[in-house]
């Protein structure tokens, strides 16, 4: 009897400790590590190419001050250069940095417009493009969404050739001109400032490689030509212009990460 009492105490004792091991909380594996970001931060080269359409309004002044015309035209053609940047990243997504790009430019047009006095043949070339912006962006982990924003600035050449002179009461075009002024040109060049906005998508397509594609528009005002023509100094004439431009680029980056190459994401 007493072994029949044994065998059954334990029994009971072997169940309850099976029970109670199976009540307690089972320890969860440890989780993950968050997945690393890329590091857009430090200094980057690069280089560009793209397209651009300007929209010019000139007005055309004579020698005496007085309007004669308003004209409309466009340039139109692609660029191709280089940029220099810096970014800071100020959250684990968040970026902040400055770019300076400049590039020899090729955009023409080209218009000939009629006054009361006669008519001229205008060749317009935008010839250098440069910026210096701030950019703002959001960084998903290789992938870079941002804003950029301010100074453009332009070198522009203007090549002028008179067609005919309406003078004597002589009509313009039509006929012989009355005037050895006809066929004469003139040359104005200069630089000029506005400013530009806009944005992009940048993606690192390796850890120091990254390619972008981006869109500006600019706007720049009081544009100033001069053109004389040697001997004809009434042949005066001067041009006040206002330009929009829109332009779209692809270009390449060399990112010089001065820290780790990754940064933790936190969640």
Known sequence: MKQFLCAAVFVALATAGSASAADMP???PPMAPAPAAFDWSGFYIGGHVGYGVVNVDTNSFNSA????DVTHSDRKGFYGGGQVGFNVMLAPHWLAGVEADLAAANLRGSLT???ATGCSHNDVRIDEIGSLRGRFGYAWDRALFYGTAGLLWDHSHSDRAIVCVAAGGGTCPGGPSPSPLTGMSATASGSQAGWTAGGGIEYAV??????????LHFHIDNIIRDFNY???PGAFRHH???ADGDTVRIGANYLFNWGPT???AKY
Do not use: H, N
Request: hydrophobic share 50%.
């Open 26 to 28: 089972v320890k969860a």
């Open 65 to 68: 001050g007085v309007l004669e």
């Open 113 to 115: 417009a009629c006054t």
């Open 206 to 215: 390796a850890q120091r490689w990254t390619v972008k594609a981006e869109y």
């Open 230 to 232: 040697p001997g004809f």
């Open 240 to 242: 006040v212009s206002t």
């Open 262 to 264: 990754a940064v933790v």
